[in-house]
C-alpha cells in the first residue's frame, strides 16, 4: 500500500464529455504530481503541487485540463469536452521531499469512445 | 534531445542470465535518480533509488556515472518474476517540481 489512491479505478465515456478524477494522498505528500501514461510510453508529466498551490503545468496540459487541490490534501484533475487522444492511465504520485521516492496511485484508465 | 532516455528494448534473457539497462540523463544538475518496475497495466512501484556510491538490493545493482550522465542496473540470476518493465526517474535539477521518466526497458525471462 503506497498510500496513494485514486478514483475511479477505470472510466469509459463518450467524446465531448467531461470527467473527473481523484486522488487521495497521504498527509505527509506535500508534494503531489499528476501523470499521464499511455501504452508503450514512460510517465508524461501533467501537473504538480506543493501542498495547495499549483507550481507547474506542462506545456501538454491544454485549457481542457485542469486541476485542484484545495488545502493541500486530495487533488481532482477533470478533463473537459474529451476527445479520444485523451484515452491514457491518469497516475497520481505522492511525495514528500525532493530525495524520497515518490508513490504511485494505482491509477485511473480512462477510455473515450 | 529528451531528458531521460533509456533503451526500449525488449530484452529477452533465458533464465538465471546477468541483463543489465543503461538510462542517460540531459541534465547534469539532476540530484536524485531512481529505478521503478512497473508490470502490466500495473502503477509503477519503486525498485530502488540510486546513490552516488552505488548501492546492492539482493540481485539488484545500482550505479550512477555522473561523469557520463548515466544510471545503470544490473540484475543478476534473472527470475521469470523479474519479467516487467524498468523505468528510469530523474529528477530535473535541484529543487524542481518536475521529475522526468524514461520510456522503460521492457524484460522478458524466458523459462
Known amino acids: 500500500d503506497t498510500g496513494v489512491s485514486q478514483n475511479p479505478r477505470h472510466k469509459i465515456t463518450k467524446r465531448g464529455q467531461n470527467v473527473t478524477f481523484r486522488c487521495d494522498p497521504i498527509?505527509?505528500?506535500?508534494?503531489l504530481y499528476w501523470y499521464r501514461q499511455t501504452l508503450g510510453q514512460g510517465p508524461e508529466f501533467l501537473t504538480y503541487?506543493?501542498?495547495?498551490?499549483?507550481?507547474?503545468k506542462s506545456r501538454l496540459l491544454s485549457d481542457r485540463f485542469s486541476a485542484e487541490r484545495p488545502k493541500g490534501s486530495f487533488s481532482t484533475l477533470e478533463i473537459q469536452r474529451t476527445e479520444q487522444g485523451d484515452s491514457a492511465m491518469y497516475l497520481c504520485?505522492?511525495?514528500?521531499?525532493?530525495?524520497?521516492?515518490?508513490?504511485f496511485g494505482n491509477g485511473t484508465r480512462l477510455t473515450v469512445t | 534531445r529528451k531528458e531521460v532516455e533509456q533503451d526500449p528494448g525488449p530484452f529477452n534473457v533465458p533464465e538465471g542470465a546477468t541483463v543489465a539497462f543503461n538510462c542517460t540523463y540531459s541534465?547534469?544538475?539532476?540530484?536524485?535518480f531512481f529505478w521503478y518496475r512497473q508490470d502490466c497495466r500495473k502503477e509503477p512501484k519503486l525498485l530502488m533509488s540510486?546513490?552516488?556510491s552505488g548501492n546492492e538490493d539482493g540481485r539488484f545493482t545500482a550505479q550512477l556515472n555522473r561523469a557520463s550522465q548515466y544510471i545503470s542496473l544490473l540484475i543478476r540470476d534473472s527470475k521469470l518474476s523479474d519479467s516487467a518493465t524498468y523505468l528510469c526517474?530523474?529528477?530535473?535539477?535541484?529543487?524542481?517540481?518536475?521529475?522526468?521518466f524514461g520510456t522503460g526497458t521492457r524484460l522478458t525471462v524466458i523459462p
Open positions: 503541487f506543493q501542498n495547495e498551490a499549483q507550481l507547474e
Open positions: 504520485v505522492g511525495g514528500s521531499s525532493y530525495n524520497s521516492p515518490l508513490h
Open positions: 498527509s505527509e505528500h506535500n508534494r
Open positions: 540510486v546513490y552516488s
Open positions: 541534465n547534469s544538475a539532476s540530484q536524485s
Open positions: 526517474v530523474v529528477n530535473g535539477q535541484t529543487g524542481a517540481n518536475n521529475l522526468f
